[in-house]
Nanobody, 125 residues
Framework: QVQLVETGGGLVQPGESLRLSCAASGPTFASYVMGWFRQAPGKGREFVAG????????NYGDSVKGRFTISRDNAKNTVYLQMNMLKPEDTAVYYCARSKLPWPYATKVEDFGSWGQGTQVTVSS
């Protein structure tokens, strides 16, 4: 139901930072989770970070803890992913998503029903 558009991807060197944005058109409220996933070539789609819309509670995949920060601006219906200390293994297409249901523990691909088109992030020297 909700439409999502990601922006901010690009090419950066290892150790540098990048911020992704996701603009939503549709309902993103209550205990719905807005999340970020990524998919590298030949790999499955991996959970990166999620944020519960009403409470602001966050959740992170183990590979990005301490480096990435998810945030939201509910007035703008926008979610952000601040990516610091980027590594070559962070290279992937990054997707914004909204959970199917207002369940604050959504972390799996199957928990999410609305997806953006993806934005490419490449980390290389």
């Amino acid at each position: 139901q909700v439409q999502l558009v990601e922006t901010g991807g690009g090419l950066v060197q290892p150790g540098e930072s990048l911020r992704l944005s996701c603009a939503a058109s549709g309902p993103t409220f209550a205990s719905y989770v807005m999340g970020w996933f990524r998919q590298a070539p030949g790999k499955g789609r991996e959970f990166v970070a999620g944020i519960v819309v009403n409470s602001g509670r966050t959740n992170y995949g183990d590979s990005v803890k301490g480096r990435f920060t998810i945030s939201r601006d509910n007035a703008k219906n926008t979610v952000y992913l601040q990516m610091n200390m980027l590594k070559p293994e962070d290279t992937a297409v990054y997707y914004c998503a909204r959970s199917k249901l207002p369940w604050p523990y959504a972390t799996k691909v199957e928990d999410f029903g609305s997806w953006g088109q993806g934005t490419q992030v490449t980390v290389s020297s």
